[in-house]
């Protein structure tokens, strides 16, 4: 789910002040004024359905009806959904639809009545009717109040001129007697309390609207096995499409490298064979060029072998791993590695990658002078910070090498984090689950 509003405007006048007058404070409140027609049509259609549905489980048509009751009461979900995507900027998903084991009324029947999110629905129209009642009188009353005494010196004047009375009464007996506030003092000791009425109303608002948040993405949207199961489906595509990517480049790097220069090789040990007996100066000078081939072509698989999973890595740690990455780099790199023993062998292989590729990155586009890199153990996770002073303006938009590197990381549950203003320094952060 995503949450909306988020301003990251540099603004001169403090939040207090700014509140009252917010397109967000104006939407929550309208958000807060439906709640009480909406909690009365939701209460009344579950508890219409409830009676009817078990009043008559004497008979086979309670079923029926209450089945309907679950499939309304999850058409009440959809439009509360999105009231709170339109007003509080809250995205909840849809749930899954409710799945019948088999086709025919029975098995729908059967689904209907056993779907725990149609349960939950209906538990929130009941929890909501009380609460719509509560967030509408208390929101309404504050707003009222509020900006009626905070423009009490506008509207004073209509009490002696129609009411007959000098102001308004906040005491009287009946007989006469009372404490009207018509002295230029009270009335604007009224003005005052009223404005402060006005920079908490926008508060107390927000407050109210945050319980609402967690009624809707509580109950209103999908379970969070379901939720689980999507984000398992997502990172199983993911990495896929990185083992397949992963897979054409191993072929394409030994098609045109180790591949054509042993071919190359064989060609050139053909010809010296066939020169041999006839210019044999020229067959060892062919056999001389053939013996650099096969350095170039054994250097080529090294370098392929330690793209796949370096031998450093397996047989030393992150520690040199990553050491002898940070030699290869165009830029110093000071590495710190602080971990009280090895995660296993594919986290420890995702974390060596992460930060290959970063500091590949700080070389080709940071223009930086410097770089430091520290992994340490925080609880049950791996934290990698990789920062450099170079010009900033990375980014994990669509399209990025930093969008991709955070996918991969997500597919393990992981998280990829970065801070990289314009100017500079940028600071990327990445978590990952420690397993041993």
């Known amino acids: 789910m995503a949450y909306g509003y988020t301003d990251t405007r540099d603004h001169r006048v403090p939040a207090a002040l700014r509140a009252p007058l917010e397109g967000r404070t104006w939407r929550e409140f309208a958000y807060l004024l439906l709640n009480l027609p909406m909690g009365i049509i939701g209460f009344v259609y579950v508890v219409t359905m409830l009676s009817l549905g078990a009043g008559l489980l004497v008979t086979f048509l309670g079923v029926p009806v209450l089945a309907a009751g679950l ?212 067959a060892a000078s062919m056999v001389d060029e053939a013996h650099g081939e096969v350095k170039l072509a054994l250097q080529e698989l090294r370098d392929l072998a330690r793209g796949i999973h370096p031998a450093v890595l397996t047989d030393r740690g992150l520690d040199a791993a990553l050491s ?5 780099c165009t830029v110093p790199v000071s590495v710190t590695v602080d971990l009280p023993g090895r995660p296993v062998p594919a986290i420890e292989g995702i974390a060596y990658f992460t930060v290959s590729e970063l500091l590949q990155n700080i070389s080709k586009h940071s223009g930086a002078s410097r770089a ?34 955070a996918e991969r990381l997500d597919a393990v549950d992981g998280v990829l984090a970065v801070d990289s203003p314009v100017g500079g320094p940028t600071t990327i952060a990445a978590e990952l689950p420690w397993r041993t």
């Open 71 to 282: 499939a309304g009461a999850r058409g009440l979900g959809v439009v509360e959904r999105a009231r709170a995507r339109g007003l509080l900027g809250l995205d909840v998903a849809e749930p899954g639809p409710v799945v019948a084991k088999g086709r025919g009324f029975m098995p729908w029947l059967g689904a209907q009545l056993g779907s725990g999110v149609s349960w939950r629905h209906v538990l929130y129209c009941f929890l909501h009717f009380p609460w719509g009642i509560f967030s509408f009188t208390v929101s309404v009353s504050f707003f009222t109040y509020a900006w009626g005494f905070l423009t009490y010196p506008l509207w004073q004047w209509v009490f002696p001129t129609y009411a007959h009375q000098p102001g308004l009464q906040l005491y009287g007996d009946g007989t006469g007697n009372g404490w009207w506030l018509d002295s230029p003092f009270e009335v604007a000791l009224t003005a005052c309390f009223g404005l402060a009425l006005v920079l908490i109303t926008p508060w107390l608002i927000r407050g109210m609207a945050y319980v609402d948040r967690l009624m809707v993405s509580g109950l209103l949207g999908p379970s969070r096995l379901a939720t689980r199961v999507t984000e398992l489906e997502s990172d199983r595509g993911t990495v896929v499409d990185t083992a397949a990517a992963d897979l054409r480049r191993i072929e394409r790097d030994l098609h045109d490298g180790a591949q054509a220069r042993l071919v190359a090789l064989a060609m050139g040990l053909g010809l010296a064979k066939e020169k041999l007996h006839e210019d044999p100066k020229a």
């Open 324 to 328: 002898s990455v940070a030699a290869r």
């Open 372 to 405: 430091t890199v520290d992994l340490w153990q925080s609880g049950d996770r791996l934290m990698i910070h990789v920062i450099d002073n170079g010009r900033g303006g990375a980014s994990t938009a669509a399209g990025s090498g930093l969008a991709g590197l």
